[in-house]
C-alpha cells in the first residue's frame, strides 16, 4: 500500500457519504492512489463504488471527510475545472452528436483552435481504433464501439486522471476481455492514473495495480491482486475474490501461529488464524479449491478428513469434485487432471488433506449470510 | 387465407373507421364545404336562376326572367323561405334585404303582368342590372363569395375581384393579428414553461411529482372558473391594482387597465395553455439522464456551454412539440379573449363565433375557418419539413 502524503496523487481521507441524511452510502473510505497507478474499486452492486468516483469528479459532495487531489482539497474546486477524465456506466455520449464532435467537446470546452482540436480528435479516435466511424452518432454504433468512443473521450484532452465507472459492464465476455487489455495499455502507455471501478473480480485482477474492495460502503481490503488472492484479509474478500470452501466453526486452542477449530463436533482443523484473536470464539476457515490434495501420503498435510464425493465433473486440464465433508455439503476441490478420468467416482470415499497455512481462519460468518452448513 | 384475414382485419376496425368518419371527417367536411357550397338561392328561385342563366348580362332581363322571379317570390313568402333569401341576398350587395322582402310584402297583396313594369313600379331596385347580377351570382351553388370575404376581397359585377372598401376590410388584419398573439403567447409559455419543466424534471421524485400536480391542476379546473378568475385578479377594482395602491405604485385614480384589451389576453391565455407547454417539455427533459450534464461538465464545459450544446439540442423535441401545441391551440382560442379580451382583445376565433351565432353567415364562418384550418395544416408540414414530427414527442 502507498504512503499517505508523499507520492500519493489521489488520496480519499476517510471520506463519508450520506444521500438521505440516514444511511451512509459510504463510510470512512480511505485510499490513496500514486502517480500513474492503475487502482480499481471493487465491490458487489450498490456498495458505494459509483458513489465515490462521484465525489472524486465533483458530482457528490462528501458529507465527512476530504478528498485531496496533487496534495491539493479539492471541496471547492468545481467538477469542470478538475480536468478528470470520466468514463460513465451508462457511457454517456452525447447523442444528438457525432463520435467526432463528441470528442471534440472537451477540446473546445478548453478554447482549442479548430485545428488543434481537429488534430486532437483524430489522435484519439486512431488511439480507440473508431477512425472510421467519425461521422456517426453513437446511436448507430455497437456496445463496444460506444464504449470505445466513451474512453476516447475520456483520454482526449489528456487528462492526468481518469476514472472509469465499469466501463465494460454491458458488453459480451470476449468483447470484454479485448477491452480490459486495451484499457491496461492505454493506461500504460499515457501513463495516466487510473481508478477503475468494477463488480467484477476477474477484471480487477487482470487490470490493477492495487484492488480495493469494498462492501456495503466500507473498505474490507487494499492490496494487489495476487495478495488478495493469496492472503484475504476478511471473509467478505476470501469469497468475493476467487473461490473458496467455507467450514464455521469453533476455536478450542490459539496460537499465533497456528489455531484449532472445532467443526460443529465433526472434526478438528488446524488452521492459520488471521482474523481471530485470543479469546475468539467463532470463525470461518476458508481452504481454496486447489490447494486440497486427493489422499495424501500419510503426515505431509497436518489436515486429513474423510469426504465423500458427489459428482466429478470433468474440465479437461482439471478435475472438480464436489464433495461432503465435516458437514459441508459442497466442498469443491480441483485436481490437476494427473490421476486420469475415472479415478475418482461418485459415491467413493476418499481423502482430503490440506496445509495449515493454506487454511486461513478468517471472521465469522454473520448469522444471516447464506453459509455452506446449514446451522446445527 | 390472407385475404380473409385481411378483410377480418377491416371489419374489425370499422367501427373505429366509423367513429372517425362521424367525429372528424364529417364535421370537418360539411364545414369546408359550407365555405364554398350555398345552395339557398338556387333552391328557393329555382327558375329565376335557371332563366338568368340564359340571359346576356347586358341590360334588363326580359319579361320572362320577371314574371318567373314574380312567380317564385309569391311562392318563397307562402313558404317563409323569403327571410333567408333576403339576408343571403343582402349579404352580396348590401340594401337587397329590404328589397327583396318588401317586394315579397307587396306581391301578396297585388300585382299582375306585365312584370317588367310591376315590379320596377314595387321597388325601383328592379329597374337596374345590378339587382338581377347580385342574383345571379348567388344563385351559384359553387360560390367564391365567402373566401374573398374572408380575405377581405369582393366580386365586383364589372372588374371581378377587388378590395373591400377600407372601412370593411377586418380579417386580413385580424389574421395578422391572431398570428402575432399566438407567436407571443407561445414565447411567453416557453419562457416560462422551460425553466419550470426543467426544474420539475430534476427534482427528486417526490417533489417532481408535486409540481407536476400543480401544474396539471388548472387542466382540471373549468376553463369559465379560471378565465373568471382573472377577471377577479385583473379588473379595475380588482386584487391586483387594489395591491399595487396599497403599494403606492400607482394612484387610486390611475388604476391599470389590464383587462378587457390585450394585456388581459396575454395573461390569461399564457396561463391556460401553459401546461400544454410544461407536459411535453416535462416528458422530454425527464428522459434526459442527469448523467448528460455531469459528462459535460467533466469533460470541462462550464453551465451555460453545457446547457447550450448538451441540454438543450435534446430538450428541443420537446419544445417543438410544445410550441407547435400552444400556437395552434392560441390560434383557434376563443372563450378566454371573448371573456377578458374586450373590443381589442378578440381573435379571429371570436369572429367565427359571431358569424356562426350572432350574424348566422355560416358561409362566412366556414369560410375564415378553413382558412385557419389549412394554415394550420401548412404550419404542421413546414414543422414536419424543418424539424421532423417523429422527433416531436408529446409524452412518454
Ligand atoms: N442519488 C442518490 N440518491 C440517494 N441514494 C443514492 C443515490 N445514488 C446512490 N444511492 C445509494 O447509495 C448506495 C451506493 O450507490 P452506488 O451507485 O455508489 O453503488 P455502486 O457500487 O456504484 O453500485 P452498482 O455496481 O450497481 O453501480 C446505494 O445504496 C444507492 O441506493
Ligand atoms: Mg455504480
Given at each position: ?8 496523487f489521489?488520496?480519499f481521507?476517510e ?52 478528498i ?12 469542470h ?68 468512443a ?58 490493477s ?45 490459539w ?22 484473536g ?28 474423510d ?32 490421476i ?13 488433506g ?23 | ?17 366509423a ?17 364554398f ?80 313594369e ?34 377581405d ?91 399595487l ?50 459528462a ?16 438543450l ?6 419544445v ?34 359571431y ?42
Amino acid at each position: 500500500m502507498s504512503k499517505r502524503g508523499e507520492g500519493a496523487f489521489v488520496e480519499f481521507r476517510e471520506v463519508s457519504k450520506s444521500y438521505d441524511g440516514k444511511v451512509l452510502s459510504v463510510q470512512d473510505f480511505t485510499l490513496s492512489v500514486a502517480k500513474g497507478e492503475f487502482v480499481t474499486i471493487l465491490g458487489p452492486s450498490g456498495c458505494g463504488k459509483t458513489t465515490c468516483l462521484k465525489m472524486l469528479a465533483g458530482f457528490e459532495e462528501p458529507t465527512s471527510g476530504e478528498i485531496l487531489l496533487n496534495g491539493r482539497p479539492i471541496g471547492r474546486v468545481r467538477a469542470h475545472k478538475r480536468n478528470i477524465g470520466v468514463v460513465f456506466q451508462q457511457y454517456a455520449l452525447f447523442p444528438h452528436m457525432t463520435i467526432a464532435e463528441n470528442l471534440a467537446f472537451p477540446l473546445q470546452a478548453r478554447g482549442a483552435s479548430k485545428h488543434e482540436s481537429a488534430a486532437g480528435v483524430k489522435r484519439a479516435l486512431d488511439m480507440v481504433q473508431l477512425a472510421a466511424f467519425a461521422d456517426r452518432r453513437p446511436g448507430q454504433l455497437s456496445g463496444g464501439q460506444q464504449q470505445r468512443a466513451a474512453i476516447g473521450r475520456a483520454l482526449v484532452f489528456e487528462p492526468d486522471l481518469v476514472l472509469m465507472d465499469e466501463p465494460l459492464g454491458a458488453l459480451d465476455r470476449r468483447l470484454r476481455e479485448d477491452m480490459q487489455y486495451e484499457i491496461r495499455r492505454l493506461q500504460q502507455r499515457l501513463e495516466v492514473t487510473m481508478i477503475y471501478v468494477t463488480h467484477d473480480q476477474g477484471e480487477a485482477m487482470v487490470l490493477s495495480d492495487r484492488v480495493a474492495v469494498m462492501n456495503g460502503g466500507k473498505v474490507e481490503q487494499i492490496a494487489p491482486p495476487e495478495v488478495l488472492y493469496e492472503e484475504p484479509g476478511t471473509l467478505f474478500v476470501a469469497n468475493f475474490i476467487g473461490e473458496n470452501n467455507r467450514l464455521d466453526g469453533e476455536v478450542v486452542e490459539w496460537t499465533e501461529q497456528v489455531c484449532r477449530v472445532d467443526v460443529k463436533g465433526k472434526g478438528v482443523v488446524q488452521a492459520f488464524p488471521v482474523a481471530v484473536g485470543e479469546g475468539d470464539h467463532h470463525t470461518s476457515l476458508t481452504i481454496r479449491p486447489e490447494r486440497v490434495e486427493l489422499n495424501p501420503a500419510p503426515g505431509r498435510t497436518a489436515n486429513v478428513f474423510d469426504a465423500k464425493v458427489q459428482d466429478v465433473i470433468f474440465i479437461g486440464d482439471h478435475l472438480r469434485i464436489h464433495a461432503e465433508l465435516l458437514g459441508c455439503q459442497q466442498f469443491i476441490v480441483k485436481i490437476p487432471n494427473i490421476i486420469g478420468h475415472g479415478a475418482v467416482l461418485p459415491g467413493d470415499t476418499v481423502k482430503f488433506g490440506w496445509l495449515t497455512t493454506d487454511c486461513r481462519a478468517l471472521d465469522a460468518a454473520p448469522p444471516t449470510q447464506t453459509g455452506t452448513a446449514p446451522a446445527q | 387465407m390472407m385475404g380473409k384475414s385481411r378483410t377480418q382485419a377491416l371489419l374489425l376496425s370499422l367501427p373505429l373507421i366509423a367513429f372517425i368518419g362521424i367525429t372528424f371527417v364529417a364535421p370537418l367536411g360539411s364545414m369546408v364545404l359550407r365555405s364554398f357550397y350555398d345552395p339557398l338561392v338556387a333552391e328557393i328561385l329555382p327558375k329565376t336562376v335557371a332563366a338568368l342563366g340564359e340571359w346576356d348580362g347586358g341590360a334588363l332581363p326580359p319579361e320572362g326572367v320577371y314574371a318567373l322571379l314574380a312567380e317564385e317570390l309569391r311562392q318563397a313568402r307562402a313558404d317563409r323561405t323569403i327571410g333567408r333569401l333576403a339576408t343571403r341576398l343582402n349579404r352580396q350587395t348590401p340594401g337587397l334585404r329590404s328589397v327583396v322582402s318588401g317586394t315579397g310584402r307587396r306581391l301578396a297583396r297585388q300585382g299582375q303582368p306585365p312584370w317588367a313594369e310591376a315590379l320596377p313600379r314595387m321597388n325601383k331596385a328592379w329597374g337596374e342590372p345590378e339587382v338581377w347580377h347580385a342574383i345571379a351570382q348567388a344563385g351559384r351553388r359553387v360560390t367564391p363569395t365567402y373566401y374573398l370575404n374572408a380575405l377581405d376581397l369582393r366580386m365586383d359585377a364589372d372588374s371581378g375581384v377587388v378590395q373591400q372598401p377600407e372601412a370593411k376590410r377586418v380579417y386580413r388584419a385580424l389574421f395578422v393579428k391572431t398570428i402575432g398573439v399566438a407567436l407571443a403567447i407561445t414565447l411567453l409559455c416557453l419562457g416560462i414553461g422551460y425553466p419550470l419543466a426543467w426544474f420539475i424534471a430534476h427534482s427528486p421524485p417526490r417533489r417532481g411529482r408535486l409540481l407536476l400536480v400543480l401544474v396539471l391542476l388548472p387542466f382540471w379546473t373549468s376553463l369559465l372558473v379560471r378565465t373568471t378568475s382573472w377577471i377577479v385578479l385583473l379588473q379595475q377594482q380588482g386584487v391586483l391594482n387594489n395591491l399595487l395602491i396599497w403599494a403606492g405604485v400607482v394612484a387610486d385614480d390611475q388604476r391599470l387597465t389590464l383587462m378587457h384589451n390585450m394585456i388581459g389576453t396575454f395573461v390569461a391565455m399564457t396561463h391556460v395553455l401553459l401546461p400544454f407547454m410544461v407536459l411535453p417539455l416535462y416528458s422530454v427533459m425527464s428522459g434526459i439522464p442527469p448523467v448528460q450534464m455531469q459528462a459535460a461538465s467533466s469533460l470541462g464545459a462550464k453551465w451555460p456551454r453545457a446547457f447550450r450544446r448538451v441540454y438543450l439540442p435534446q430538450s428541443m423535441p420537446g419544445v417543438g412539440a410544445g410550441c407547435l401545441l400552444v400556437f395552434i391551440l392560441a390560434m383557434g382560442y376563443y372563450i378566454t379573449p371573448a371573456l377578458v379580451g374586450g373590443q381589442s382583445g378578440q381573435l379571429i376565433s371570436n369572429f367565427i363565433a359571431y358569424h356562426m351565432q350572432t350574424s348566422l353567415n355560416w358561409g362566412l364562418a366556414a369560410a375564415l375557418g378553413s382558412i385557419l384550418f389549412v394554415a394550420v395544416l401548412l404550419l404542421f408540414l413546414l414543422y414536419d419539413r424543418v424539424l421532423g414530427l417523429d422527433r416531436m414527442r408529446l409524452g412518454s
